[in-house]
């Protein structure tokens, strides 16, 4: 599976963007599938998570209530939308496939991972 984010941008805080995650060469639609983000000097962190029917999603507690994953399976896509970003929102994030079909937040359970897409939230 080749993984292709993309959305990313610049904003001002309290604005929102989406991003996209498309798979190709290979269908991911029964997995999950999981945003992370790295922001410069930190870890790269676990964001959300969504099973492979859309059916149960994840998140951690930073985004709760602002971001929102979706799939649509039809179009090989996954999104992220963000709303009420905050500076602390800026990184690079990066969509990645699990192995298997439920929501993880541990990177250890995803083995594909896409290139990142960067996204810049000034104050």
């Known amino acids: 599976v080749q993984l292709q984010a993309s959305g990313g941008g610049q904003v001002q805080a309290g604005g929102s963007l989406r991003l996209s995650c498309a798979a190709s060469?290979?269908?991911?639609?029964?997995?999950?599938v999981g945003w992370f983000r790295q922001a410069p000097g930190n870890e790269r962190e676990f964001v959300a998570s969504i099973s492979w029917n859309g059916g149960t999603t994840y998140y951690t507690d930073s985004v709760k209530g602002r971001f929102t994953i979706s799939r649509d399976r039809a179009k090989n896509t996954v999104y992220l939308e963000m709303n009420s970003l905050k500076p602390e929102d800026t990184a690079i994030y990066y969509c990645?496939?699990?192995?298997?079909?439920?929501?993880?937040?541990?990177?250890?359970?995803?083995?594909?991972w896409g290139q990142g897409t960067e996204i810049t939230v000034s104050s």
């Open positions: 060469k290979r269908t991911f639609t029964n997995n999950a």
């Open positions: 990645a496939s699990a192995r298997g079909s439920g929501i993880s937040g541990s990177d250890y359970d995803y083995n594909y």
